[in-house]
């Protein structure tokens, strides 16, 4: 149980272009789910928490209007990445929560997005 | 601010123990995670503790220090398949915000 799924896996884009990232709780209803960026040998920095039917709550210095986050259902939320730049390649990875006490989060396969 | 401290690598024998600590200071602490990730992968949950004490579960064990900000994850019977970085997090804000340290990079020799 608690299946993740991001789409595409791996994406490669034109400089200016807009680049759609789906993530989907296949098990299960998250009420939350949340976007990270990873660098290269570098943690994961949480970029927004998407609560659905409601407005994303994004971390300091990540631009909202650049990262465009919809969660329109209990299982599925987009990050769309709007005029991408090359400092927007990364590895996009979300999760999904289960909620309740432990609040445990699931994590997609992640997205790798190289803009070039 | 959150501060979340782990060693930046680790090697360790095949079929030996290893322990990789974390230290944590943050606000609004409601508990601590443990992922592994592989390389180009996504992190895979391994445990998770809330009050203090050890939690076993097969080869992994993690514990939980509240009053000294600490944790750590210990491995058993090393395997090679075991080399990866595992990632420290700390449940806060008084929500299920997950704020994660830079992770140990740890490598299982023969």
């Known amino acids: 149980g608690a299946v993740v799924s991001q789409h595409p896996s791996r994406v490669i884009c034109k400089s200016g272009t807009s680049v759609k990232i789906e993530c989907r709780s296949l098990?299960?209803?998250?009420?939350?789910m949340f976007w990270y960026r990873q660098f290269p040998k570098k943690s994961l920095m949480l970029m927004a928490t998407?609560?659905?039917?409601?407005?994303?709550?994004?971390e300091q210095g990540v631009e909202k209007d650049k990262f465009l986050i919809n969660h329109a259902s209990l299982t599925l939320s987009t990050l769309t990445v709007t005029s991408a730049h090359p400092e927007d390649s990364s590895f996009y990875i979300c999760?999904?929560?289960?909620?309740?006490?432990?609040?445990?989060?699931?994590f997609g396969p992640g997205t790798r997005l190289l803009v070039l | 601010g959150q501060n979340i401290d782990q060693p930046t690598e680790m090697t360790a024998t095949e079929g030996a123990i290893v322990q990789i600590n974390c230290t944590y200071q943050?606000?609004?602490?409601?508990?601590l995670f443990w992922y592994q990730q592989h390389a180009g992968e996504a992190p895979t949950f391994l445990s998770y503790?809330?009050?203090?004490g050890l939690e076993e579960k097969g080869r992994f064990s993690s514990f939980l220090s509240r009053s000294k900000g600490y944790s750590y994850l210990l491995l058993k019977e090393l395997q090679m398949k075991d080399s990866a970085s595992y990632l420290c997090?700390?449940?806060?804000?008084?929500?299920?915000?997950?704020?994660f340290g830079t992770g140990t990079q740890l490598k299982v020799e023969l």
């Open positions: 999760s999904a929560s289960t909620g309740g006490a432990q609040e445990t989060q699931y």
């Open positions: 098990d299960f209803q998250a009420t939350t």
């Open positions: 998407s609560n659905e039917g409601s407005k994303a709550t994004y």
């Open positions: 943050t606000s609004g602490f409601n508990g």
């Open positions: 503790n809330v009050l203090d």
């Open positions: 997090a700390a449940l806060t804000g008084g929500g299920n915000k997950l704020t």
